[in-house]
């Protein structure tokens, strides 16, 4: 079980530039979450999935954010048009019956 | 929507101190409440929950739950280095976790 895999571990963007995140749940796991993380703001839910299906994007900024999970091995989040302030820590994790959470390493996002 | 505050934001104790941490959360439907700690570099990794007003104790670690006053707290007992990290508390009400700020805690030797 090598966890909750997310790519890359760093990513540096030129601001107007658009970043995708990937994310591949454990195999199993029906619930796939995405968060944000600041130290201003702390650990921000972005969206979620349970198989496949999107349930609550409450959290995600309606106009350049967008998530997918095309199959049930892996979900993108994507950022558009990328913006100094979406600077974060992006984080993933994955849920087998939304009891118990597993955390990815998350993608450090740098938007320059 | 689930609303968590953490206190104290950081703490710094001498090795083998107890260490309390405390949670309020908003939402007294939430369903179960999480604790979560977090090296530098790393994910948050599940630690303890606790569904029912009470209390769970798992090792070193105990945790309190009063449903009445939207409190839980964490304990934990002979604390070690490397037990410092930053401690998230989450509720849940069924649907996404929501977390607090966390407090971060050095325990030196």
């Known amino acids: 079980n090598a966890g909750v895999i997310q790519t890359p571990r760093h990513k540096v963007t030129g601001k107007g530039q658009e970043a995708t995140l990937w994310c591949e749940p454990i195999s199993g796991h029906s619930a796939v979450f995405w968060y944000r993380q600041t130290i201003v703001q702390g650990l921000e839910f972005l969206t979620y999935f349970r198989n496949q299906a999107p349930i609550d994007d409450s959290g995600m900024p309606k106009e350049r954010f967008s998530a997918q999970m095309p199959n049930q091995s892996h979900s993108t989040l994507k950022i558009q048009s990328t913006q100094p302030q979406d600077s974060a820590v992006y984080l993933c994790?994955?849920?087998?019956?939304?009891?118990?959470?597993?955390f990815g390493s998350g993608t450090r996002l740098l938007v320059i | 929507q689930e609303k968590v505050q953490q206190s104290p934001e950081s703490l710094i104790v001498p090795e083998g101190a107890m260490v309390s941490l405390n949670c309020s959360f908003s939402?007294?439907?939430?369903?179960s409440i999480w604790w979560y700690q977090q090296h530098p570099g790393k994910g948050p990794k599940a630690l303890i929950?606790?569904?029912?007003?009470g209390n769970k104790k798992e090792g070193r670690l105990t945790v309190y739950l009063n449903r009445a006053s939207l409190h839980v707290s964490l304990h934990i007992k002979d604390s070690q280095p490397s037990d410092s990290a930053v401690y998230l508390c989450a509720g849940n009400n069924n649907n996404a976790p929501r977390f607090g700020a966390g407090t971060k805690l050095s325990v030196k030797p």
């Open positions: 929950s606790i569904f029912s007003n």
């Open positions: 994790a994955s849920s087998r019956d939304n009891s118990d959470y597993t």
């Open positions: 939402d007294s439907a939430s369903q």
